[in-house]
């Protein structure tokens, strides 16, 4: 699975190409894996980052720079960061994340709904119909 994200790391699509991103990870894991059957606009909600690993000073506390506070961390030979792994969380309030999947799934429940009355008018009036895409 590839995983699109913005400058701050924001997911902003699966698989699907957006017109603008920053990065994109592939991830060995499926939708179903990491996300359950959350809606897109959820998945929306959650960060996908890299983790670095940590500079650290001779007491065992993180080493920081001396001028900005900023923490440090240790870099390959080429000068970039060392990634120790990934971080997969929601930015969004964990409750707005919840009406908006709530949202969906009733949305989905109406549409199922209204197809089966297309096809069962559709079956009444002899006329046969296309399956629609959900």
């Not at 902003?12 to 957006?18: F, W």
């Not at 994109?24 to 998945?43: I, S």
């Not at 001779?58 to 900005?68: I, L, P, V, W, Y």
Request: glycine share 6%; proline share 2%.
């Amino acid at each position: 699975m590839k995983i699109y994200v913005n400058d701050k790391y924001e997911i902003l699509s699966l698989d699907k190409e957006p017109n603008y991103f920053k990065e994109v990870f592939e991830v060995v894991q499926t939708r179903d894996v990491m996300f359950g059957n959350w809606c897109d606009a959820c998945l929306c909600g959650y960060k996908y980052e890299p983790q670095y690993e940590f500079l650290f000073n001779e007491d065992g506390s993180n080493a920081r720079n001396e001028k900005t506070g900023e923490l440090l961390y240790k870099l390959d030979d080429e000068g970039n960061k060392i990634t120790a792994g990934f971080a997969c969380y929601p930015f969004v309030n964990y409750q707005t994340l919840m009406l908006i999947q709530k949202q969906y799934e009733d949305s989905q429940k109406q549409v199922q709904a209204l197809n089966a009355q297309v096809a069962y008018l559709s079956m009444m009036a002899g006329i046969e119909m296309e399956v629609g895409h959900e």
